[in-house]
């Protein structure tokens, strides 16, 4: 009885890719086969040690002597022929109760292995349902919305994610640092000292410039979500409140313009002295305009959520790659266990058949060592002799037992 898996696909590499040829799961043989022997057969080298000394013995207190081997008589072979008996007695007992505990434990192994099959299919195949979702995801966005991840995910590469972001994180940073002393001279007065003042420059100019940035990266998950209506609605929005923002801001820059400025307490000119309140105002709209749409594109550009759902497929693969190769493995050992259970029933015969002739085998070495010790102790080569006779009758009448 053979438990094998066939037509399973091999597992994928470390970047997912897998092989479609069929192949069959090795069974693994178990650490430990089944061993359910309730019946070891005696220490023959340390009973042959025994009877030789118990030969000794008789011979040397009289209890056997030369007289007794003439006449082909050993009171110690019907002993040792009982003893024989009870031992084959024994082994069929127990070779009966071997039978029973190995069926069952075989029935408690097929269940075990139905339940691991069961597990590893499982494991298969959701290993087989994201490999097919990596391999649909692995290619590189060529337009917004189009489901892709960017090469620059697909590659894993550090260097060309450095190459490709670090102009528009240095455009980000000098339109912030030309933010901040602008907001600096629109609300000078509003700070308590210079560093409170600076510091309100500093947030508002961050603000202005993250939160346009956020906004094209919710416009960009807006277009791979697949463009719902409510999430236009939404970012129409908070478009429009933005808008209004900018506006209050470019009305306070322009009020900042065109307020007297106070040079060593003397009153000079206002900034935009000679220039309308009108193309002062949308040359401000203009300035925050684009300062807010390039922070949306950047944050727009910079942001695939397609490069996160292939990070987080990629874990998920080698994830269940491990969890499936375990689950492999339970299973060709649990098969290799039921095999071993299997072959140890269809051995029970021959196993048995093989007890009884090493039992045979061994008595008749035992009564052999006897014959040897009462020869050491008789000294008498005549007795020698006698024994020679005996052991070879015995044998020519009862080739495998005493």
């Not at 791979?224 to 409510?230: F, I, L």
């Not at 749409?293 to 490069?307: E, S």
């Not at 492999?328 to 039921?338: E, I, N, P």
């Amino acid at each position: 009885m053979r438990f094998t898996r066939r037509n399973e696909h091999e597992h994928g590499d470390e970047h997912g890719d897998e092989s479609d040829e069929p192949r069959q799961v090795a069974r693994i043989a178990p650490a430990v086969a089944y061993d359910g022997d309730l019946y070891h057969l005696p220490d023959w080298a340390q009973r042959r040690r025994e009877e030789r000394e118990l030969g000794r013995a008789h011979a040397t207190d009289g209890q056997i002597d030369t007289l007794t081997l003439e006449t082909g008589s050993v009171p110690r072979f019907h002993e040792l022929e009982d003893e024989r008996l009870a031992e084959l007695a024994q082994i069929e007992n127990l070779t009966e109760r071997e039978i029973q505990q190995a069926r069952a434990e075989f029935e408690a192994q097929k269940i075990k292995l139905t339940e691991s099959q069961r597990t590893f299919g499982e494991a298969r195949q959701a290993l087989d349902d994201t490999q097919r979702r990596v391999r649909e995801l692995e290619q590189p966005s060529r337009r917004p919305g189009d489901g892709r991840p960017s090469s620059i995910a697909l590659s894993g590469s550090r260097w060309p994610v450095v190459r490709r972001w670090l102009p528009a994180a240095l455009l980000l940073l000098l339109l912030l640092i030309v933010e901040v002393p602008i907001l600096y001279q629109v609300i000078l007065n509003w700070g308590d000292s210079v560093a409170m003042t600076a510091l309100l420059a500093a947030g508002a100019a961050l603000i202005m410039l993250v939160a346009p940035h956020m906004y094209g990266r919710s416009f960009r998950a807006w277009q791979e979500n697949g463009s719902p209506a409510k999430g236009r609605w939404l970012l129409i929005g908070i478009a429009l409140v933005w808008l209004g923002l900018i506006v209050a801001v470019a009305v306070l820059r322009r009020e900042a313009l065109v307020k007297p400025l106070v040079v060593d307490g003397q009153e000079i000119g206002p900034t935009s002295s000679g220039v309308g309140l009108l193309p002062t105002m949308i040359l401000l709209l203009a300035l925050l305009v684009a300062t807010a749409l390039i922070a949306a594109d950047l944050g727009r550009r910079m942001h695939n959520p397609n490069d996160r759902r292939l990070r987080e497929l990629r874990a998920k693969r080698d994830a269940e790659a491990s969890a499936c190769a375990a689950a492999q493995a339970d299973y060709q050992r649990d098969a290799g266990y039921a095999e071993s259970v299997a072959q140890y029933l269809q051995a029970v015969e021959r196993r048995q058949a093989s007890r009884m002739r090493q039992l045979d085998s061994g008595f008749d070495s035992l009564g052999t060592a006897y014959l040897g010790g009462v020869v050491e102790g008789l000294h008498d080569p005549e007795a020698a002799s006698w024994a020679e006779r005996i052991v070879v009758r015995r044998r020519s009448t009862n080739p495998q037992g005493t």
